[in-house]
């Protein structure tokens, strides 16, 4: 009998071994990707801001906050319709939270600057934090007072519920990095190229460090 055992004991081993594996295998699962909605001036920046970010998965610009349908970029910009450009960042829990996003975020605007952001003017481009549940709401809130407890001022972004987001045209999606050629007061260039341009020349960059310094997020001016 106990020969018999001692022949056993690899079999058993092994099967122990993989009875472990399979179990941790059905515990250990990804988290379900999240979503903030984030207004910060114009969304061509905000987009390519966040996808900078390790653990942002996506980011799409577009308009929340109005009252009409479907609006196209024309009638956001033309007023009317109560629209902020926004863009909505798709992330892994796992790797960023919510939190974080935000910190992010209130450092790579002004955040100081309710009337628009940097050369962007008027209400499509005030910031704004849609908070999609109380969740999302309550951390909004706590970003927000540490926002202002660093700066000695207070944070004058806006602090929303929850608003439908519509998706902007394909020509505003990934604007900043796309190849194709558009008619600019630059003249004829890359939407890259163009994108590039006007950011240096809004100043954004420039008025972010002159706003936060060295806490400035790590991908601006870069």
């Not at 999240?34 to 980011?59: I, M, N, R, S, T």
């Not at 479907?70 to 863009?87: C, D, F, L, S």
């Amino acid at each position: 009998m106990f020969n018999r055992l001692n022949a056993l004991k690899p079999l058993l081993l092994t099967l122990a071994i993989l009875g472990g594996v399979f179990l941790r295998a059905g515990d250990s699962h990804a988290a379900e990707p999240e979503q903030a909605l984030l207004a910060g001036g114009c969304f061509w920046c905000v987009e390519a801001d966040f996808e900078k970010v390790p653990g942002v998965l996506d980011a799409v610009s577009g308009f929340a906050g109005g009252t009409v349908a479907n609006p196209t970029y024309k009638q956001v910009v033309r007023g009317g319709t109560g629209h902020i450009e926004a863009v909505l960042i798709t992330y892994d829990p796992d790797v960023i939270d919510y939190r974080t996003i935000l910190d992010t975020f209130l450092r790579s605007i002004d955040p100081l600057d309710d009337g628009g952001q940097f050369c962007d003017r008027g209400d499509t481009y005030i910031p704004a934090i849609f908070a999609m549940n109380d969740t999302q709401n309550s951390i909004a809130q706590s970003a927000l007072a540490a926002a202002s407890e660093d700066l000695g001022r207070r944070a004058r972004v806006k602090l929303l519920d929850a608003a439908p987001f519509f998706e902007a045209e394909d020509y505003h999606q990934d604007y900043y990095k796309s190849q194709d050629r558009v008619l600019t007061r630059f003249g004829l260039e890359t939407k890259a190229s163009a994108y590039k341009k006007y950011r240096q020349a809004c100043g954004r960059d420039n008025r972010v460090k002159r706003v936060w310094g060295d806490a400035a997020a790590s991908f601006i001016g870069n």
